[in-house]
C-alpha cells in the first residue's frame, strides 16, 4: 500500500497542479499531482486493448484513445473546482505510430511496439545497412518496433495510402493534435522511432531516406522546457486549462525512471507492466553501447540505457487463461517463492516476439523439458523463470553500458499483484530487488517530467518502497545454469545474441 502521507485531497495540493496522463497497453489513466510530486484527489482510468492477429498485428483505434483522454481530463478537471493547473503532461507506451492526413484526420489505426507485420523488412535492411554503425549512431538495432522497417512496409502494402499522409505521428501527438490543434514529439518519444541521433538529437539522415519519409514528416523533437502552444481555445473548453502549458508526449520508459526516483546512474528499475524493462538514466550518452540494449536520448543532457521485453504482465495473463491457474493470486506466489527445481521446464518467454537483447522481432515463444508428470503451476512457474532470465540477459549488458548499479528498483502492476516476481528476479540477477510501493508509477514521473520546468525549486516527495528481496546463493547459481541454458536453446532455434 502507498504510504498515506504521499497521497493528499485536492485542497491540500501545492501550486502549480499538474494534470497527468497516461497511456498504457491495457488502459489510459490520468491523475492530478502538486508541485511536491503527490497525487491529489482520484485518479480516472479507462480500459481498452489492442487488436491483435496472428500475422503479428498489434493496434489500437487512435480516436478511442482521444475520447478515453477527454473523459479523463473532464473527470479530473471536477476535482478542481476555480484553481487552475499549471501544466499538462502526457505519456504513451513506445513506439507507436499513426499516419494522419493534410486534414487532420487519421488514415491508419495506431501501430503498437508490438506489431511485427515489418519483419521482412528487417531482414531486408539487416542486410542494406550496417546495423552496428545504426546502433551507435541511434541507439537502437533495426527492429519491428521502430520506424525504418515499419514505414518501408507499410508503404510496400499500402502504396496509395501512405502517399496521403502528411504526418507520421506517435499517439501521444495524435492526441495533443486532436486536443490542442499541434503536436511535436517530446525528445524521448522521437528517440525511441529508432530515427534520431542519440547525440545530437537531429533526425538520422541516412535512416530518413530508407523509411522513405522527411524530417518535416515527423515534427521538431522538443525539450521539457520547449512546451506547445495550444492553436485552439482551450480555455473556453476546460476553463481550468486556460493557462495550462502543454508539455510534448514522453515515452513509458522515461516517466517510469523518474516516477521511481531513479534519475541518476547508482540506480536501476526494472519495470514489470504489460511488457517489461530494465533501464538506467546517465548523463550524456556512452560511447560504446552493447549489442543488446537501447539508448535514447530524453533531453539536451541526458539518455537512457536499457532494454525491453514484450511480455511480462502479458504472459501472466496468457497463463492464467491457457492453463486455468487458480484466480488467488496468493496461491500463485507461493509457487513463485518455491525452492527452484532443476526439472522445472525450460521456456524462451517470446509471445509477441523478442526486442532486448536479440531483437528477433519473429520470434515465437518455446518450452523444452515438458513432462507427462509437469502441471499448470509448474508451467506457470517455468514461464515465468524464463521472464527474470530475459531481464537477467538484460542486467549483463546493461553493467557493460553504464556499472554495476548501488541499487535496483522494482515497480509494475504485474510485480504488485504477484511480489514472488520480485524474489524470482533478486535470484535471477544476483542483486537485491526493492519494490517500488506507490500507485502509477509512470503517471508520477509524467508530472515530474513537467514539475521540472514549472516548480524546480520544490522539493518532490520521495516514493515509498518495500521490503527488498535478497537473492539467496542457492537460487542465483539455479538461475545462473539456467541463463546458459536459455542462451543455448536461443541460439538453436532463434539466433546467437551478437556480442561485438
Known sequence: MSDPAFEIDIDQAEQPIVLALDVGSTASRGALYDAAGRPAGKRAKRPHAFTTAADGTSTIDPDEVVAELTAIIEELLEQVGDTTVGGVAIDTFASSLVGVAEDGSPLTPCITYADARCADEVAVLREELDEADVQQRTGTRIHTSYLAPRLRWFAREQPDLAAQVSRWMSLGEYVLHRLIGTADPGTSTAAWTGLLDRRTGEWDEQLLEVAGVTAEQLGRPRDPSDTLTPVVDVGGRWPALAEARWFAPITDGFASNLGNGATGPDTVVASLATSGAMR????????????????????????????????????????????????????????????????????????????????????????????????????FRALMEGVVLSYARLAVQLEEAAGAPERILASGRVGQDLPGLFALLAHAVGKPVTPVTIKRVTLHGTALHALEVLAPDVERAAPTTGDTEQPEADATRHFADRLARFEELYAAIVAPTPRH
Do not use: K
Request: without cysteine.
Open 280 to 379: 538506467v538514466l546517465i548523463e550524456g550518452a556512452p560511447d560504446a553501447l552493447p549489442t543488446g540494449l537501447w539508448n535514447y536520448r530524453v533531453d539536451d543532457h541526458r539518455s537512457l540505457v536499457g532494454g525491453a521485453l514484450n511480455d511480462v504482465g502479458r504472459a501472466v495473463t496468457w497463463a492464467e487463461e491457457t492453463l486455468r491457474l487458480p484466480e488467488e493470486r496468493d496461491g500463485l506466489d507461493v509457487v513463485l517463492r518455491a525452492v527452484p527445481d532443476a526439472g522445472t521446464p525450460l521456456v524462451l518467454p517470446f509471445l509477441t516476439g523478442e526486442r532486448s537483447t536479440g531483437w528477433a522481432g519473429g520470434a515465437r515463444a518455446a518450452m523444452t523439458g515438458l513432462t507427462v508428470s509437469h502441471q499448470a503451476a509448474e508451467i
